[in-house]
């Protein structure tokens, strides 16, 4: 399996654009998490999917973000507007079912930068 | 609330040493899960190692070991006789029932640079 793919890898975008992630999960996980890095915060999780529901997504700084997931094998995570505060590095995560508990496999992660 | 602690930001060290990441956490949980991820310089997440909350037992896979103490609420991971590949940033994390055990409470990672 190619693990979970994110792209683009490097995305530099002016303030006030919309932006798109995407992202795609390892096949046959149920668990899709997306997740923010920057150097004050962290890593921190913005929302999470299980089997294509949105389950909790009270990690979203504010309502221009976005999330969706259409089908079992695609995400996108969108910014609109985006603003320079935005700039960090997403990652996107998928697991199996919880049951077992498996741990999260994470992308490459996509450097945001708004400028 | 959840919270875990990686109280050390840096680390230097010289190759062929041994060096412990501390990681503490808090949970008000009794069932819980913790983590280890390697971040290299290329910047991708590795998952190294997960425990359960009931399994104490220290684990070794090859130069790296954990010890989990829940007394203490530490899950402590060393590496022996370490090389410049060891040179990432490591975060230690945790999961609990309130997601269903599903997401993430990560430490603020641990940058290690191994000289040689």
């Known amino acids: 399996d190619a693990g979970v793919i994110q792209s683009p890898r490097h995305e530099v975008t002016e303030m006030g654009q919309e932006v798109t992630l995407r992202c795609k999960p390892i096949s046959g996980h149920d668990y899709l998490f997306w997740y923010r890095q920057t150097m004050m915060r962290g890593l921190e999780l913005l929302i999470y999917f299980n089997n294509n529901v949105p389950i909790d997504d009270s990690g979203m700084p504010e309502d221009r973000f976005s999330a969706k997931m259409p089908n079992a094998s695609f995400s996108t995570l969108k910014i609109q507007p985006s603003e320079p505060r935005d700039s960090a590095v997403y990652f996107c995560?998928?697991?199996?079912?919880?049951?077992?508990?498996?741990?999260?496999?994470f992308g490459q992660g996509t450097r945001l930068t708004v400028v | 609330a959840q919270k875990v602690t990686q109280a050390q930001t840096e680390i230097s060290v010289v190759e062929k040493e041994d060096v412990t990441l501390d990681c503490v956490y808090e949970?008000?949980?009794?069932?819980?899960?913790l983590f280890w991820y390697k971040q290299p310089p290329s910047g991708e997440l590795v998952f190294l190692i997960r425990?359960?909350?009931?399994?104490?037992q220290n684990e070794i896979s090859g130069r790296y070991s954990w010890n989990f103490q829940k007394s203490t609420s530490s899950f402590n991971f060393t590496i022996t006789a370490s090389q410049v590949v060891d040179s990432a940033v490591y975060f230690c994390?945790?999961?609990?029932?309130?997601?269903?055990?599903?997401?993430?409470?990560f430490g603020k990672g641990t940058m290690l640079l191994v000289s040689p």
């Open positions: 949970t008000r949980d009794t069932t819980y899960y």
């Open positions: 425990r359960n909350s009931f399994d104490e």
């Open positions: 994390a945790l999961s609990g029932p309130n997601s269903g055990y599903s997401t993430l409470t």
């Open positions: 995560a998928s697991s199996l079912d919880r049951v077992r508990n498996t741990e999260a496999f």
